[in-house]
């Protein structure tokens, strides 16, 4: 079996439903259900014998050290995380216990489960870190797209503490042998992401009929990838990817963040028409501190090696994201609950009108 860190979040509850989906073999999901991690996503797998979910901390040595001995996995992939930028910003301080010190932790149990193996469950075993994108920090209009060689550059707590935690990982590789695996990939959309990111935020507010928020001028460019390929990139990885190896995962998809919301709402114009064009929403408000301006993946190294590209194009990714959306109006009621509401106002408050 393998053990999944933070599959009940946006990208590894999509994960585990892809793997489930795919394979016989069973999952251990260990999240400690934070504002982001939501059972719900889960919901189609009740009854499932081969998903086993564990509530609690990746920050935790005994638990992890107790689920590995107590389950045995063949790998071990940490998506665990605090994930949101703007989070990050105004409360770096569990940035770095879950990102960086959660990662630590993971990584020290792991390595003792793994000393403790021998002969082919030792050689086989792999550790993979998912990683993002935004180590490589902000790219220039005619830069090149990041690459595996690309030097680290960190801009924000978020993407620092992620940093950190790579760089802890590329150690436990080079110093004890770890098999470990690094992905880093661009920025994902589809079912079940939180609606504190752009897509899922921009589709709940133009239902609202609220504004919708554009950070400064709007043309911070993301390279967008639909969520299943990240997932299947993924699992190609641990499949075949070399151990101590990193690979970028990205969907050759730039946008800059007026196009991607001037799509959702042309999309909602014809799934979900209103009084008014849903573009009429569209309000530019105060920019992110340190707004990284560009994103893009060169994912050359895992077509060439592992022979995986994305499936999916944006154009369809979104229609299919809106759609799910716009049937699970019940989801999004419970996970839009007080807490949520909370956020909305410190982070958008004091934001005002540009
Ligand atoms: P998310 O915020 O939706 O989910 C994170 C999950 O981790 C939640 O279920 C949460 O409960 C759980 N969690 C948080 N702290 C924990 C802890 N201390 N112990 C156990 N569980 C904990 O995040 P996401 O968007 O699904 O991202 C998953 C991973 O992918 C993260 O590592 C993120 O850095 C990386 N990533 C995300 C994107 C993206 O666009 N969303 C892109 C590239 C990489
Ligand atoms: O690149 C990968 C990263 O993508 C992941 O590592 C992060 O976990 C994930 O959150 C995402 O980070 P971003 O900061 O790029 O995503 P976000 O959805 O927060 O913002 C996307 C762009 O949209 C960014 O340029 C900021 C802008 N934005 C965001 C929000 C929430 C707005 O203009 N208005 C908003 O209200």
Known sequence: MILVTGGAGFIGSNFVLQWLAAHAEPVVNLDKLTYAGNLRNLDSLRGDARHVFVRGDIDDAELVAQLLRAHRPR????????????????????????????????????????????????????FLQISTDEVYGSLAAGDAPFRETTAYAPNSPYAASKA????????????????????N???NYGPFQFPEKLIPLVILNALAGKAIPVYGDGLNVRDWLY?????????????????GAVYNIGGNSEKNNLEVVQTLCAVLDELRPAATRYASLISYVKDRPGHDRRYAIDAGKIRRELGWQAAESFAGGIRRTVGWYL????????????????????????????
């Open 75 to 126: 790998a071990v992939l940490n998506f665990a995380a605090e994930s949101h930028v703007d989070r990050s910003i105004l409360g770096p301080a569990e940035f770095v216990r879950t990102n960086i010190h959660g990662a630590f932790n993971l990584l020290e149990a792991v390595r003792a489960y793994w000393s403790g193996l021998a002969g082919e469950a030792k050689r086989g075993f792999r």
């Open 185 to 187: 990939c661009s920025n």
């Open 227 to 243: 969520v299943d390929d990240h997932c299947s990139g993924i699992r190609k990885v641990l499949e075949a990817g070399q151990p």
């Open 327 to 354: 049937a699970h109006a019940e989801w999004t009621r419970s996970v839009t609950s007080g807490a949520y509401q909370k956020w909305v106002s410190a982070n958008y408050q004091e934001r005002g009108a540009a």
């Open 164 to 183: 950190a935690a790579d760089h802890m990982v590329r150690a436990y590789y080079h110093t004890y042998g770890l098999p470990t695996l690094t992905t």
